[in-house]
Nanobody
Framework: QVRLIESGGGLVQAGGSLTLSCAASGRTFSRPVMGWFRQALGKEREFVAAASWDGTITIYSDSVKGRFTISRDNVKSTLSLQMNNLKPEDTAVYYC?????????????????WGQGTQVTVPS
């Protein structure tokens, strides 16, 4: 099993930046693909970004492409999400997740390890 713990959420003004971190422990090698999802109040959980085991392959949702950057450090077993030019529509609980062998890595049901989430709020 893989345990994931997110941190770094908070309140930031529109146009500002925030970096989320996810600390992984356990059998991390068994879940090589890691990603970020978010869930706004009253909405379904949506894909944000994902990275391959070595971090050389990254994918992003259209809504965050060009503003967010996903990265990972396998020595420290951490996954990060650098978020720039934040908008009110980015307000959500952000979740770190890990998957064994996803086909697309963009749907929540491909991931079986999840963190508890961290709140990001961008007031309008």
């Amino acid at each position: 099993q893989v345990r994931l713990i997110e941190s770094g959420g908070g309140l930031v003004q529109a146009g500002g930046s925030l970096t989320l971190s996810c600390a992984a422990s356990g059998r991390t090698f068994s879940r090589p693909v890691m990603g970020w999802f978010r869930q706004a109040l009253g909405k379904e959980r949506e894909f944000v970004a994902a990275a391959s085991w070595d971090g050389t392959i990254t994918i992003y949702s259209d809504s965050v492409k060009g503003r967010f950057t996903i990265s990972r450090d396998n020595v420290k077993s951490t996954l990060s999400l650098q978020m720039n030019n934040l908008k009110p529509e980015d307000t959500a609980v952000y979740y770190c997740a890990a998957a064994r062998n996803p086909k697309t890595a963009t749907t929540a049901n491909e991931y079986d390890s999840w963190g508890q989430g961290t709140q990001v709020t961008v007031p309008s």
